[in-house]
């Protein structure tokens, strides 16, 4: 794992119950995002070209710093 990496489960759960957040929030007001916080991020994406361009940049810095940018954690739960 990169320099972010979380060491305690607790604060791994609550980032991504942050994340789980951030997609109610997304909902609600039906607007694309793309959010990333300590080991867990989260993207919903209506065409938006910066949204998509944000999460590009993202999955190249996930594959420059071991980690795996189609990992879904959002299945785990």
Not at 24 to 50: D, I, R
Request: glycine share 6%; proline share 3%; net charge neutral.
């Amino acid at each position: 794992m990169g320099i972010y990496s979380i060491n305690k489960k607790s604060d791994l759960d609550k980032a991504r119950d942050f994340c789980r957040d951030v997609q109610k929030l997304g909902k609600k007001y039906g607007l694309s995002y793309f959010f990333v916080t300590e080991n867990a991020s989260c993207t919903s994406n209506n065409g938006n070209p910066a949204v998509r361009n944000a999460r590009l940049c993202h999955e190249k810095w996930e594959k420059e710093n071991g980690y795996d940018p189609d990992e879904d954690w959002s299945e785990n739960k």
